[in-house]
Nanobody, 119 residues
């Protein structure tokens, strides 16, 4: 099974930027849709952004025009460019991939990367 490893989190000041990466141990072409989720303390995990194999994207209203999701199937990597970061963006961010593999439905998660926005 393909493993997802997310990275790129850190501590930045409000208004700053971060770029998260999700590297797969194998091909991500089987993931018809990939996305970034986040979970803040005491809150439910929420979808931040998603991207299909065809490149169609969706964003949560709270991050529209600030975050950009992309994927590079040739390099088996997905990214989340986060600009104009706000304190309320603080959370653990998880990458996810869903699709149909050789053995059926697949739903893979990264281990999470902490993003902290604070002055």
């Amino acid at each position: 099974q393909v493993q997802l490893v997310d990275s790129g989190g850190g501590l930045v000041q409000p208004g700053g930027s971060l770029r998260l990466s999700c590297a797969a141990s194998g091909s991500i072409s089987s993931y018809s849709v990939m996305g970034w989720f986040r979970q803040a303390p005491g809150k439910q995990r929420e979808l931040v952004a998603s991207i299909t194999n065809g490149g169609s994207t969706k964003y949560a209203d709270s991050v529209k025009d600030r975050f950009t999701i992309s994927r590079d199937n040739a390099k088996n990597t997905m990214f989340l460019q986060m600009n104009s970061l706000k304190v309320e963006d603080t959370a653990v961010y998880y990458c996810n991939g869903k699709g149909i593999g050789s053995r059926g439905y697949i739903n893979s998660w990264g281990q999470g990367t902490q993003v902290t926005i604070s002055s």
